[in-house]
């Protein structure tokens, strides 16, 4: 992994600050942002993660709301259907 430089101005007394409470942790101020970028990042991906599957859950809902359904009784025949298979081609292959 190639490593790049981030360079920002803070006030002092928030460095200080910040750098004798990261050495309280026996960490450095670099350590303490890399671990607080890496969170925020993964904060991020798993927020889009959860608006995504919303929408997906949304979505059905509408569609079931809109009478697409499928009866239950189709489903568990193509299913039953599937099984049959599943196991055919398991006892095939003994």
């Known amino acids: 992994m190639s490593e790049a430089t981030f360079t920002f101005r803070v006030d ?10 990261a050495k309280n942790r026996d960490r ?8 607080f970028m ?7 991906a798993a927020a889009a993660h959860d608006a995504w599957f919303s ?10 709301n809109a ?6 009784a189709e489903v568990e025949t193509q299913f039953a259907a599937k099984r049959a298979a599943t196991r ?5 292959s003994e």
């Open 67 to 72: 009478g697409n359904l499928i009866p239950a």
């Open 12 to 21: 002092e007394v928030l460095k200080a600050e910040f750098s004798m409470a």
């Open 38 to 44: 890496r969170e925020f990042v993964q904060q991020q």
């Open 55 to 64: 929408r997906q859950v949304q979505a059905g809902l509408d569609s079931a």
């Open 88 to 92: 055919r081609r398991l006892a095939a």
């Open 28 to 35: 450095s101020g670099a350590q303490l942002l890399r671990d």
